[in-house]
């Protein structure tokens, strides 16, 4: 049943969309949802912004006219997916390996509503791995001082470099990406501001006071959520 929860959800955020507006298109299996009924509604003068080449690509298919993020002044609304909603909206995203152009446009976005399906709503972050996206150049020296920092954190799991069928998982920007399995994150504010100050992180997957509404797909229909 989350396929049809993430349609609903999809479904209902792309009705927050009205015409003339720059939105945000997000990345992943949800924001394909929204991205598939946006363009149904056919809507006039839309100008969006997408989070991926995957998303890009979709949106083109569709008809949807595309701008790059440096090409408009702000964003009106952004819809994105998400691994994990917690309390107060705290989310983790980054499993479509698109987490630092997503984070750019978040944060360049008037409004930022995510989407998903029941089971992505936690009461803890942490049980999906966190993503921590880091510049390939020396990423393993990078990852031993990632897992420094964890340990100060009390999270001892190791964080493992993302590998697909293909080998190493790159990003559109050509960066690597360590999952880190915290179990729980007690304090993602200071975790968040502790892995910034590592260098060669480029990002990482905590997205905290940024969404201002998450849509949840549900048997039967949607509920919202404000943080």
């Known amino acids: 049943m989350s ?3 993430k349609q609903l959800a999809g479904e209902a955020a792309a009705l927050r969309v009205e015409p003339g507006m720059v939105v945000g298109l997000g990345t992943g299996s949800t924001a394909a949802w929204f991205v598939k009924a946006l363009a149904a509604r056919g809507l006039s003068d839309l100008r969006c ?4 080449e995957k998303t890009a690509d979709l949106a083109r298919e569709l008809g949807l006219p595309l701008a790059a993020l440096d090409d408009v002044s702000r964003i009106d609304l952004t819809v994105d997916g998400a691994d994990e909603v917690g309390p107060g909206l705290a989310l983790i995203k980054g499993g479509g390996a698109a987490l630092l152009r997503e984070k750019l446009v978040w944060e360049a976005s008037n409004r930022c509503i995510v989407i998903a399906d029941a089971a992505k709503v936690v009461p803890v972050l942490g049980a999906f791995p966190l993503p921590i996206e880091v ?3 020396g990423h393993r020296s990078t990852a031993n ?10 999270i001892q799991m190791p964080a493992r ?4 069928d293909r080998g190493v998982v790159r990003t559109d ?15 993602p504010v200071r975790l968040a501001d502790d892995l910034k100050l590592i260098t060669g992180v480029v990002e990482h997957g905590l997205f905290l006071d940024l969404a201002d509404e998450a849509i949840i797909g549900e048997d039967g229909g949607v509920r919202t959520l404000l943080p």
């Open 135 to 137: 510049v390939a150049f």
């Open 145 to 154: 001082r990632i897992m420094d920092v964890l340990a100060d954190h009390d």
């Open 3 to 5: 396929d049809l929860q």
């Open 161 to 164: 470099l993302r590998q697909a």
């Open 49 to 52: 912004v997408p989070t991926s």
């Open 173 to 187: 920007g050509g960066n690597v990406i360590y999952d880190a399995k915290c179990q729980a994150i007690h304090d």
